[in-house]
C-alpha cells in the first residue's frame, strides 16, 4: 500500500511526530526524490513508469500501460482508494482532486469498466474485514488529510489516525506500506521528500541512503510480484532494499 501525502520537503515531514517515530520500527528512505512538479506528473509517473509528456495539474486521458495492466496479465488485483470521489472523473469536487487519483489519468480504465477497481476509502474496511484487500493499494487521502490544504502537522496527525490500526491487523500481515510525499514544496532542493517503509519486508530501524526515486516505487512492484516492467524508467530504477 502506498499512501500518498501532498507538498512537504523532506526536513519538514522528518522533523514531524508521527512521522518521525515510525523510523523505529521502518526504513527511512532518506535519499528519495520526486521526479517532477507539479503534483499530477509525479501521480502518473508512480504508476507508469514516465510523466508520459505530462507537465501540468489538468486533466489528462492517456492511453498508455501501467502497473494495473501488468497485474491483472498475472491475475493479481489492485485498488485506488480515494476519500472523496471513487470513479469520479470530474477535476475537483469538495476536497477532492482527480490529479490525486492517478489510475483515473488511463483511458483503458476510466472510460472502462475497470473504473470500478478505484473506490470510495470507505471500502478499505470492508475489504480489511472480509480479507479480500488486492495485491496493490494505492492510497489517495483527500485535500485535508494529505496536507495539501493544511501543511504537515495536520497530514501527521491524519497518519498517527490511520495507520496505527493497520499495522496490527491481520489482514495486513504480509503489507509493506510505504509513505511518501508527491512533491517537495521548494522547488529547489532536488525534489527530496520524505519516504519511509513499514509493515511486512521493512527493515527495522533502518537508515537506507541508496538513490530511490517514484520510478523505484513502481520497479519494487513490479519485482515483488515478478510482472515484468513497462519498459520506461521501471527499468533502470533501483528495487527498495527489503528484507
Known amino acids: 500500500m502506498i499512501i500518498m501525502l501532498e507538498n512537504q520537503d523532506y526536513s519538514a515531514a522528518i522533523t514531524a511526530p508521527y512521522m ?59 485498488k485506488n482508494y480515494a476519500e472523496v ?61 494529505d496536507g495539501h490544504d493544511t501543511g504537515v502537522a495536520y497530514a501527521d496527525n491524519w497518519l498517527q489516525s490511520f495507520l496505527p490500526s493497520r499495522l496490527t491487523n491481520p489482514a495486513h500481515a504480509n503489507t509493506l506500506f510505504f509513505i511518501t510525499f508527491d512533491e517537495s514544496e521548494n522547488y529547489n532542493n532536488n525534489n527530496q521528500v520524505f519516504g519511509i517503509l513499514v509493515g511486512k519486508g521493512a527493515r527495522s530501524g533502518v537508515n537506507d541512503n541508496a538513490s530511490y526515486n517514484h520510478y523505484s516505487f513502481l520497479a519494487t512492484v513490479e519485482d515483488n510480484f515478478s510482472l515484468g516492467n513497462l519498459g520506461k524508467n521501471d527499468v533502470s530504477a533501483s528495487i527498495f532494499a527489503l528484507i
Open 20 to 78: 518521525s517515530s515510525l523510523q523505529q520500527s521502518g526504513t527511512l528512505l532518506s535519499n528519495y526524490l520526486a521526479v517532477a512538479h507539479p503534483s499530477q506528473p509525479n501521480y502518473i509517473a508512480l504508476v507508469s513508469g514516465s510523466t508520459n509528456g505530462v507537465t501540468s495539474d489538468s486533466n489528462v486521458n492517456l492511453n498508455v500501460k501501467n502497473v494495473a495492466d501488468l497485474l491483472e496479465a498475472k491475475g493479481l488485483t489492485w
Open 85 to 145: 470521489g471513487g470513479c469520479f472523473t470530474g477535476s475537483s469536487s469538495g476536497t477532492y482532486a482527480r490529479k490525486h487519483v492517478p489510475f483515473l489519468s488511463f483511458t483503458d480504465i476510466s472510460a472502462t469498466s475497470r473504473c470500478s477497481n478505484i473506490v470510495i476509502a470507505s471500502q478499505l474496511a470492508a475489504d480489511e474485514a472480509s480479507g479480500n484487500l488486492p495485491n496493490l493499494m494505492f492510497y489517495s487521502p483527500d485535500l485535508n488529510n
